[in-house]
């Protein structure tokens, strides 16, 4: 195993089992976490339960019932391609999932792990430490340079493949659209959505080759300040359009840039409640 990967399981492992065993670990993967099974209105239903976003999309009364779900099914899906050779994304991503895995096995719940990359890879339920481990292997060492993902199509890979109600974790860069909102109806779904504070706010370099990591082409484009005054405004207008269909369709969401955020911006998801 890669020295690198070492470090990465070993953070995660130290950092769950230590800092996050105990009341802690209810805040990011919630024993007892609220679940809500959507279904047509009957009379009798509490229409404080009624759920105004499936009412208005499917064209009748629809309520949530909610229940507790003491072992819960936990899936945490990595979309990975080119993009994630910027800066310290992959190593970010890598530890996000493995957080998320052994926070899983510390509850005692059914993790289902799901790598979404040029080869997508559909790991078995488990319980299995071993198995966390090897997630967090195949994500930080995948050949990333020159793919790239359709997001079009995430959410019908998901459906296709967790049959049982959970509690999705999509762990993306979410710099393309995508489309969730079937996905949230029959799920819980959180976006953890990972970046490297450059994509966000570039700096003009000049006299530089810009390469695609999706394609491996050169871009026909320098980093000047018109150009990134252009892009700022393009991608400001991309996340407004994700967080506002995220909102809409009751999705909880965090963006981080580094490892050391990931414990906070994990934990600060829960401290509302649906």
């Known amino acids: 195993m890669d020295r690198e990967v070492q470090k990465i399981i070993i953070r995660a492992r130290e950092d769950v089992y230590g800092y996050l065993n105990g009341s802690n670990i209810s805040n990011i993967l919630g024993e007892g976490y609220d679940f809500s099974e959507l279904r047509e209105y009957s009379y009798g239903d509490d229409i404080k339960h009624i759920s105004w976003i499936s009412t208005a999309k499917l064209g009748k009364p629809y309520v949530k ?79 990333l340079l020159g793919s790239s993902l359709d997001y079009s199509k995430i959410s019908t890979k998901l459906l296709n493949r967790v049959y049982k109600k959970s509690l999705i974790f999509i ?25 490297d504070r450059f994509e966000d706010n570039p700096t003009p370099i000049l006299n530089s080759e810009l390469i695609d990591p999706r394609t491996n082409r050169a871009v ?50 829960f401290f509302l409640k649906y």
């Open 65 to 143: 019932k909610m229940y507790e779900e003491r072992d819960l099914n936990i899936v945490v899906a990595s979309l990975i391609d080119g993009r994630f050779i910027v800066g310290d994304k992959l190593e970010t991503i890598s530890y996000i999932a493995g957080v998320l895995g052994y926070s899983s096995h510390l509850l005692n719940s059914i993790l289902y792990p799901i790598l979404i990359s040029k080869e997508d890879r559909f790991y078995e339920p488990t319980k299995d430490m071993k198995l966390i481990d090897r997630y967090i292997e195949d994500i930080y060492s995948s050949n």
């Open 220 to 269: 026909n484009q320098t980093l000047t300040k018109r150009a990134i005054a252009e892009y700022k405004k393009r991608l400001k207008e991309h996340d407004n359009r994700l967080f506002f269909h995220l909102d809409s369709n009751n999705i909880k969401y965090t963006k981080i840039y580094s490892i050391d955020e990931v414990i906070k911006k994990l934990e600060g998801l």
């Open 171 to 195: 762990l993306g860069d979410f710099l393309d659209p995508i489309d969730l909102s079937i996905l949230s109806q029959k799920h819980e779904v959180i976006a953890i959505i990972v970046r």
